[in-house]
């Protein structure tokens, strides 16, 4: 357990920032699952702008430290990837 004022302040913050960060992760990946479920059903057009609405949040995503610079791009390459193939 925290004694000191300033690890008692650390663990509140701690806190704050997990759940903010989880709802960040949380609206990443739903994103990518519309881009995803688009792809799966065919639909060209609803599967590009999924994937240009998922762009800017994974990118966002990298900015605030949720996730890795290389996690982002692989995600980004796989899903631009897939959207493409529909063609």
């Given at each position: 357990?925290?004694?000191?004022?300033?690890?008692?302040?650390?663990?509140?913050?701690?806190?704050?920032?997990?759940?903010?960060?989880?709802n960040r992760i949380g609206r990443i990946r739903t994103l990518v699952k519309k881009v995803e479920s688009a792809v799966a059903a065919g639909d060209k057009a609803a599967a590009v702008s999924?994937?240009?609405t998922v762009q800017p949040e994974l990118a966002r995503g990298v900015a605030r430290g949720v996730l890795?610079?290389?996690?982002a791009a692989r995600k980004f390459s796989r899903l631009t990837?897939?959207?493409?193939?529909?063609?």
């Amino acid at each position: 357990m925290a004694n000191t004022p300033q690890a008692k302040k650390r663990i509140r913050r701690n806190e704050r920032r997990a759940e903010i960060n989880g709802n960040r992760i949380g609206r990443i990946r739903t994103l990518v699952k519309k881009v995803e479920s688009a792809v799966a059903a065919g639909d060209k057009a609803a599967a590009v702008s999924a994937l240009q609405t998922v762009q800017p949040e994974l990118a966002r995503g990298v900015a605030r430290g949720v996730l890795h610079k290389n996690t982002a791009a692989r995600k980004f390459s796989r899903l631009t990837k897939a959207v493409v193939a529909l063609a």
